[in-house]
């Protein structure tokens, strides 16, 4: 008899909490909450290992939102350049520092709503600095979460967006921010792209994508 999807949920988060029990990681190194959301925009397209190479350079560089703010764009590109995309993310950091400064008197805002109007922050960028600066219940759709949630059955949608709404509709709200950081590990560990290595793997009695295979 086939597994109800909910029943199937149910076990994998089981699995995942048996391997993983929670503990509120970030692979992005910061010191000040707009560090950890400038990390997160330059982690667009490049490894969380390269952007603290780039960042323990930059916040020293540039020590205050204020530093950022005034910062010379073709220098920030220069500074952001080992990150890829540095154009665009160089005018994110700086046009964010400012719209910081300038509509939210340097503080960070809490709402998605908020958050998305920030220069170069996009919904997955909202919801790590939702997570791990105000401990709110957010599910953070980056590359791991993305791969994995398709090869478990949890979504069919390949936009992150979607991914995001699917999952906040099959996973308990209390174990949002919780799947992140496993989803997170069990990728960097065994569910690996493009090669998983399901020899290792602890669910695949729940992975439709390895009984496929």
């Known amino acids: 008899m086939a597994v109800k999807k909910a029943d199937r949920v149910k076990a994998i988060l089981a699995a995942l909490d048996a391997q993983y029990p929670y503990e509120d990681k970030c692979y992005l190194?910061?010191?000040?909450?707009?560090?950890?959301?400038?990390?997160?925009?330059?982690?667009a397209q490049?490894?969380?290992d390269r952007v603290n190479i780039v960042t323990a350079q930059l916040f020293v560089k540039y020590p205050t939102l204020e530093a950022f703010a005034r910062a010379d764009l073709a220098e920030m590109e220069q500074d952001v350049k080992p990150t890829g995309?540095?154009?665009?993310?160089?005018k994110s950091l700086v046009f964010c520092a400012q719209a910081l400064l300038h509509n939210h008197g340097g503080q960070l805002p809490s709402s998605i709503d908020e958050l998305t109007?920030?220069?170069?922050?996009?919904?997955?960028t909202a919801n790590v600095v939702r997570c791990h600066i105000f401990g709110l219940p957010s599910v953070v759709v980056d590359t791991h979460v993305k791969r994995i949630s398709a090869r478990l059955g949890?979504?069919?949608?390949?936009?992150?967006?979607?991914?995001?709404?699917?999952?906040?509709?099959?996973?308990p709200k209390n174990h949002w921010i919780r799947y992140n950081h496993q989803i997170i590990a069990f990728g960097r560990e065994i569910c690996k792209a493009p090669n998983a290595k399901?020899?290792?793997c602890f669910i695949t009695n729940l992975c439709p994508a390895y009984k496929s295979s």
């Open 117 to 124: 109007k920030l220069p170069g922050v996009g919904r997955k």
């Open 29 to 43: 190194n910061y010191s000040a909450p707009y560090e950890l959301l400038f990390a997160t925009i330059l982690s």
């Open 46 to 48: 490049c490894t969380d």
């Open 198 to 200: 399901c020899h290792l």
């Open 154 to 171: 949890l979504t069919k949608n390949d936009d992150p967006t979607k991914i995001e709404f699917d999952l906040m509709k099959i996973l």
């Open 85 to 90: 995309f540095f154009r665009n993310k160089a």
